[in-house]
């Protein structure tokens, strides 16, 4: 089942910062967080593992609450190099995952 | 290291004829993974291999569309007779050999059936 991810949209303006939300209904082993540019591939940000363990990228970093089945995804100090679909994707411990339908981040100079 | 390749990057093609897409995964890559992506579903996953063996079909949409993986640096996805509705953007990706489930996509084919 296609995990809900919110907000479906965000503008901000550079240097302001951004949550993301990811839900799922099921079980999780795995979260895993990917980010598209217009016309590219989605691209790896990072994974958190069955735990509660909170991984950073650069000023992103993300957090896995596995009893509420919920990832967040906190992007601060925003940067134009940000924009873009922000993917969440749920893994059941099967190689599985399953992507919501993205939030689009558009940042502003 | 070239990353995931597909072929072609676009493809238009009229209704009823045959579609098929190709991709070279990551050298040493043991999992190899078929998406969709529209606007309205978002990221479908479509099939995925281990060593080369379907290991999950149950995302593909209907007999109209086969997969294969003859051998672990080559893989196929088919559309016979293609549809409209099969326009999309299919990404293929790769994953190596570890404990974490890392996926790495290729650029995609954006396909147009008239």
């Known amino acids: 089942q296609q995990p809900v991810q919110s907000p479906q949209a965000v503008i901000l303006r550079e240097g302001e910062d951004a949550v993301i939300n990811c839900s799922s209904s099921?079980?999780?082993?795995?979260v895993h967080w990917y980010r598209q540019k217009h016309g590219e591939a989605p691209v790896f940000l990072m994974i958190l593992l069955k735990g509660g363990e909170q991984k950073g990228h650069e000023k992103i970093s993300a957090s896995f609450n596995e009893k509420k089945q919920q990832s967040s995804l906190y992007l601060t100090a925003s940067q134009l190099s940000y924009s873009g679909t922000y993917f969440c994707?749920?893994?059941?411990?099967?190689?599985?995952?399953?992507f919501g339908k993205g939030t689009r981040l558009h940042i502003l100079p | 290291d070239a990353g995931v390749i597909q072929s072609p990057r676009h493809e238009v093609t009229e209704m009823g004829q045959e579609v098929t897409l190709r991709c070279k995964p990551i050298s040493g890559h043991n999992s190899l993974f078929w998406y969709r992506q529209t606007m309205m579903r978002g990221l479908e996953l479509l099939i995925y291999f281990n060593n080369n063996v379907p290991i999950d079909d149950s995302g593909m949409p209907e007999d109209r569309f086969s997969a294969k993986m003859p051998n672990a640096s080559f893989s196929t996805l088919k559309i016979q007779p293609s549809e409209p509705r099969d326009s999309a953007v299919y990404f293929c990706?790769?994953?190596?050999?570890?404990?974490?489930?890392?996926?790495?996509f290729g650029a995609g084919t954006r396909l147009s059936v008239l």
């Open positions: 099921k079980a999780l082993y795995s």
């Open positions: 990706a790769s994953r190596p050999t570890s404990a974490v489930n890392i996926q790495y």
């Open positions: 994707g749920t893994e059941r411990g099967d190689d599985k995952i399953i």
